[in-house]
């Protein structure tokens, strides 16, 4: 009966003894063997050296959501042939830690997609200990062959999302075997160089394109670090700076004109549009010459994505830059200034083919997971919290690194 309670338990190496119940949970009184093996040399002892006055109780497991308490007298004992002594080893537990690493993984597995408060209310379990079992998982969490295979070229996401307000962190993904890979604890490109250059060698060389946003931070450093990949701007960004620019044209023909001017219809793919919505863009567009400049503009920038090849899309490119600049609108101006000095990574997507999307769902995943808590305060909980919430949901792989 008591091999069955050990099996079950997963108590194997200890001697159970008696079960008790109470409010807080289940404790199970054990004994450990008389040997123990000395952790520097791996001889094994059954020499006394001294004894626990007072037993000591470690949190083991859950049965349900219920609490599983382990209580033992600790031991020390003699070694022989180190002639030191030494304390005697928990199986499943590691040292200093007052937790089985099969309590940690289950705790970890409850706070994937609950917050710390969740957890407390559920599985009775303190935010100090979730915090210290979350903040002692390695990042990365496994090696990189299983997070970006071990062969073939891969493609890397870089884009930013917010942490606290205006405090914003780096989100780094893995497009081509859509993984997570880290998130940076600010958006400074020292962060973002030291993250790069931390990669191991074997994996820099494989990378072949970078997918970013507008922004000519990320530019350089992935320039710098990784010279040989192309960087690519991402479209969704691109065409939401159009429709950005848009708007804010909207806005000041709306403020001169005392009127209320529509945005859905200047916004919305032309193709998309209603009956109505299409007769109200043909007034807008005859009322206000710069709103149909703009939104002439911003339908150009889509048809480019539609283009087969670098080379029709080099063209299309080449067109759209020769009518922007002839403009008279100082806003087409800086606009078209802004797309010559993205030229090379606009006309990289025909190339690779790469978005951020994968990286956007990440974020929103994020998102979900930083309201389930009501926000953060600690960068590095908050990191931790974020990966482990794309975690596989098997987590055996994660108990060896517990017990280190």
């Not at 609490?67 to 002594?85: I, N």
């Not at 320039?223 to 848009?246: G, S, T």
């Amino acid at each position: 009966m008591k091999h069955d309670i050990r099996s079950i338990l997963g108590l194997q190496g200890y001697r159970v003894g008696s079960v008790e119940q109470a409010d807080d949970g289940d404790t199970v009184r054990v004994e450990l063997p008389e040997e123990g093996a000395c952790p520097q040399c791996g001889v094994l002892s059954g020499r006394g050296h001294q004894r626990a006055p007072r037993p000591s109780r470690l949190l083991w497991g859950f049965v349900g959501q219920r609490p599983l308490w382990v209580v033992l007298r600790r031991r020390r004992l003699w070694c022989p042939e180190c002639r030191k002594a030494f304390t005697q080893g928990l199986p499943g537990v590691a040292r200093r830690q007052r937790a089985s690493a099969l309590a940690q993984v289950a705790v970890l597995g409850a706070l994937r997609e609950q917050s710390f408060a969740a957890l407390k209310r559920s599985w009775d379990v303190s935010y100090g200990r979730a915090r210290r079992m979350l903040l002692r998982l390695p990042v990365p969490w496994c090696d990189w062959s299983l997070l970006v295979g071990t062969e073939g070229p891969i493609c890397l996401g870089i884009d930013e999302h917010s942490f606290r307000g205006k405090d914003l962190v780096i989100t780094i993904t893995c497009l081509s075997t859509h993984q997570l890979l880290a998130i940076l604890p600010n958006d400074r490109q020292a962060s973002l160089r030291t993250c790069l250059r931390g990669l191991p060698d074997e994996l820099r060389s494989r990378v072949i394109g970078v997918c970013i946003d507008l922004k000519a931070g990320f530019r350089s450093v992935v320039r710098e670090v990784l010279p040989h990949a192309h960087v690519v701007a991402d479209h969704f960004h691109v065409i939401h700076d159009a429709n950005k620019r848009l708007d804010e044209t909207r806005r000041l023909e709306q403020n001169e004109a005392k009127t209320t001017l529509p945005r859905w219809p200047l916004l919305k793919a032309q193709e998309r549009l209603t009956d109505k919505q299409r007769m109200r863009l043909m007034e807008l567009c005859a009322r206000f010459p710069a709103l149909h400049e703009h939104h002439w503009l911003k339908e150009q920038l889509r048809e480019l994505y539609r283009c087969v090849d670098h080379a029709a899309a080099e063209r299309h490119w080449h067109k759209l830059l020769v009518v922007m600049e002839a403009s008279d609108d100082a806003a087409v101006l800086l606009w078209a200034k802004t797309l010559r000095n993205w030229r090379s990574e606009i006309l990289s997507y025909f190339r690779l083919r790469i978005t951020n999307g994968f990286t956007e769902g990440c974020h929103t995943k994020i998102k979900l997971l930083k309201r389930l808590s009501y926000g953060y305060r600690n960068v590095e909980v908050y990191i931790r919290k974020m990966l482990l919430g794309f975690l596989p949901t098997s987590f055996p792989t994660l108990a060896p690194h517990l017990l280190t």
